[in-house]
């Protein structure tokens, strides 16, 4: 059974950083890629950032491209996402999910396994 925590959301002032960690439980995490989505309050889920098994890819929307980092410790069997220069309009539930394979993906439906969700607020 996998199951996903994710952890380090909060209430952040415009320009702040935060930084969410994802820690995975049962057997191999480092097999598969893993992805950040969020989701504001009356849209729909988004991707945000996808990483590859290895660590050595990754992938982000153009929305966070520059600000948000996403990594990865397979000895830890978490996955981290560094967020920078917050912005208003980052306010979300923020999810993390292992993909079904061991690539880039930014696809919801290629995910299958997801956390609770984490809180990201940013106040302007």
């Known amino acids: 059974q996998v199951q996903l925590v994710e952890s380090g959301g909060g209430l952040v002032q415009a320009g702040g950083s935060l930084r969410l960690s994802c820690a995975a439980s049962g057997r191999s995490f480092s097999t598969y890629g893993m992805g950040w989505f969020r989701q504001a309050t009356g849209k729909e889920r988004e991707f945000v950032a996808a990483?590859?098994?290895?660590?050595?890819?990754?992938y982000y929307a153009d929305s966070v491209k520059g600000r948000f980092t996403i990594s990865r410790d397979n000895a830890k069997n978490t996955v981290y996402l560094q967020m920078i220069s917050l912005k208003p309009e980052d306010t979300a539930a923020y999810y993390c999910a292992r993909a079904s394979t061991g690539g880039l993906e930014d696809y919801s439906g290629n995910y299958h396994y997801w956390g609770q969700g984490t809180q990201v607020t940013v106040s302007s």
């Open positions: 990483i590859s098994w290895s660590g050595g890819s990754t």
